[in-house]
Each structure stands twice: as C-alpha cells, then as structure tokens.
Nanobody, 136 residues
C-alpha cells in the first residue's frame, strides 16, 4: 500500500490549493481516505475524511469545523486518487498535510457521529506529507 500526497505550496490568504492523494497497491474504492494536518508545535489534527465505495455504496464525508464550507474532499476511484480542494485559505491552515487510508469506514463514520476525527484517528496506511503555507 502506497499513498503519495502532493499539491502543497505557498499561497496568499484567500487563495486556493488542491491536494492530491494518489494510491497504489490496494483496491482504492474499498478504502476510507482521510486528511490530517500538523502545524509546528501543534498536535496532529483531523481535517476531513471520506468513506469507501465498498459494495457500490455511496461515500460520505466529514469536515472539521475549522475547514467546513472551505474544503471539499472527493475521490476518483478510476484514478485511484483523492482530492482535497482548499479554498479561502487562512494563515492558520499552514501545516504539513498527510493523507491516510483504511479499510474501516467506521474511522470516518465515527467522526461523522462524534463531530471529531480525533476519536478514532488510527488509519493503517499513511503517505508522506505535503507542505501548505498560507501567507498573510
């Protein structure tokens, strides 16, 4: 299982970036995908997650309050890639962003129910991070 995050960069406040999480080595459609971020000196924070399409079911998403209505997580199973569209970026969005994957949809549905990804953050597979810097 390999996950490769990309798309980070330097952007001004109010700008946009699209992060990609390219997957290989597993049946992407069957895995829940999540994005976490970690800023210097801060704990890792769950940003967003999307459930799988296992059994041809529709996926559902969760967003942390800090990014709700600004970030959109989607998945393209044909391309084995998940995308995190980030709009209206703020300096506090500056962090290293990591994508993660797991067979358990419950990691994401628990976040949906509890309103917090930190309740169940133990995704099995992680990619290297991509740096996002938002200048003020």
């Amino acid at each position: 299982v390999q996950l490769q995050a990309s798309g980070g960069g330097l952007v001004q406040t109010g700008g946009s970036l699209r992060l990609s999480c390219a997957a290989s080595g597993f049946t992407f459609a069957n895995f829940a995908i999540a994005w976490f971020r970690q800023a210097p000196g801060k704990e890792r924070e769950g940003v967003s997650c999307i459930t799988s399409n296992y059994g041809n079911t529709d996926s559902s998403t969760f967003y942390a309050d800090s990014v709700k209505d600004r970030f959109t997580l989607s998945r393209d199973n044909a391309e084995n890639t998940a995308y995190l569209q980030m709009n209206s970026l703020k300096p506090e969005d500056t962090a290293v962003y990591y994508c993660a994957a797991d067979l358990l949809d419950s990691l994401c549905t628990t976040a949906q129910a509890m309103g917090n990804m930190s309740v169940h953050p133990w995704y099995s597979h992680w990619g290297h991070g991509t740096q996002v810097t938002v200048s003020s």
